[in-house]
């Protein structure tokens, strides 16, 4: 069975850091590209960022390009994103996301339930 | 960016009934079309790929047509279990965008 599990979802102020990671099991991991995508409170998903297989292709969505890396560890099979300069609209349930083949040009096979991150002073 | 609207915001039908979801794209998408289910507190589940293909699992109620520019998902036989926001989504061009959702509430 395929799981996504996020973590490292918490309150931080305007204009801090914080690491999401997402960790994956029952499939194997570099076989597929991976995404975020957030839902703000009571609002639509967007998506935020994909990499590919082997981490040498990597999206952004505009609103986030520049502050957000996404990166992926195959041997431990996992997922990050890490986020700086964060803002208030930033705030958001995060979705990490599995495509149904090696890129990230699809749609979203399967998804975790997400990691809450609240940016507020 | 391609945006991707939905109608109605909430669609109020009764159990057994039949529910009719639109989505429609600013350009075409071609056949790059998705449909979500998302229940309160759980995470969004594909139902539908390539406008037309049922992921697995999914139930043969559901179903989704349209072309280039305008998508419909049909819930034939509406169960309980069946009362959720249901988004489309786009991957012919970058950035995967997403509708704003269609709530299918119990009338």
């Known amino acids: 069975e395929v799981q996504l599990v996020e973590s490292g979802g918490r309150v931080v102020r305007p204009g801090g850091s914080l690491r999401l990671s997402c960790a994956a099991s029952?499939?194997?991991?570099?076989?597929?590209?991976m995404s975020w995508v957030r839902q703000a409170p009571g609002k639509g998903l967007e998506w935020v960022s994909g990499?590919?297989?082997?981490?040498?292709?990597?999206r952004y969505a505009d609103s986030v390009k520049g502050r957000f890396t996404i990166s992926r560890d195959n041997a431990k099979n996992f997922l990050y994103l890490e986020m700086n300069s964060l803002r208030a609209e930033d705030t958001a349930l995060y979705h990490c996301?599995?495509?149904?083949?090696?890129?990230?040009?699809?749609?979203?096979?399967?998804w975790g339930r997400g990691t809450l991150v609240i940016v507020s002073s | 960016e391609i945006v991707m609207t939905q109608s109605p915001a909430t669609l109020s039908v009764s159990p057994g009934e039949r529910a009719t979801l639109s989505c429609r794209a600013s350009?075409?998408?071609?056949?790059?079309l998705a449909w979500y289910q998302q229940k309160p507190g759980q995470a969004p589940r594909l139902l539908i790929y390539?406008?037309?293909i049922r992921a697995t699992g999914i139930p043969a109620r559901f179903s989704g047509s349209g072309s280039g520019t305008e998508f419909t998902l049909t819930i034939s036989i509406l169960q309980s279990e069946d009362f959720a926001v249901y988004y489309c989504?786009?991957?012919?061009?970058?950035?995967?965008?997403f509708g704003q959702g269609t709530k299918v509430e119990i009338k």
């Open positions: 989504q786009q991957y012919n061009k970058w950035p995967r965008t």
């Open positions: 390539g406008v037309s």
């Open positions: 996301a599995r495509d149904p083949g090696l890129g990230i040009e699809w749609y979203f096979e399967f």
């Open positions: 029952g499939f194997t991991f570099d076989d597929y590209g």
């Open positions: 990499i590919n297989w082997n981490g040498g292709s990597t």
């Open positions: 350009q075409s998408v071609s056949s790059n």
